[in-house]
């Protein structure tokens, strides 16, 4: 069976810094990339950060890019996310997701995804 187990989200002041962890596993073969996506109360969900598990090539959309920071601990298939200077935007629930990537697979596309974790809620107080 697969699973994707979220931890880590709560609520924290603007400036502040939460880190939240995805352990993988029940995986087979063709499983090579996670992602962390989010959903703002009324938004589409949004694809911030992804990685190749192999090479760790790493991903960014423009909205976190220098704030928050994507790694992997290998070989235990779990994924960080290092949120740094979280602002009230960046509100939501957080998503982790895992499937196969392909050289031309826009990893912040949610498109690609087969997997995904139940959802951590962040929330950051205006």
């Known amino acids: 069976e697969v699973r994707l187990v979220e931890s880590g989200g709560g609520s924290v002041e603007a400036g502040g810094s939460l880190t939240l962890s995805c352990v993988a596993s029940g995986f087979t073969l063709g499983f090579n990339a996670m992602a962390w996506f989010r959903q703002a109360p009324g938004a589409e969900r949004e694809g911030l950060a992804a990685i190749y598990m192999g090479g760790g090539t790493t991903f960014y959309a423009d909205s976190v890019k220098g704030r928050f920071t994507i790694s992997q601990e290998k070989p235990k298939n779990i994924v960080i996310l290092q949120m740094n200077d979280l602002q009230p935007e960046d509100t939501g629930i957080y998503y982790c997701?895992?499937?196969?990537?392909?050289?031309?697979?826009?990893?912040?596309?949610?498109?690609?995804?087969?997997?995904w974790g139940q959802g951590t809620q962040v929330t950051v107080p205006s």
């Open positions: 997701a895992a499937g196969a990537g392909r050289p031309w697979t826009d990893l912040l596309d949610r498109q690609w995804v087969e997997y």
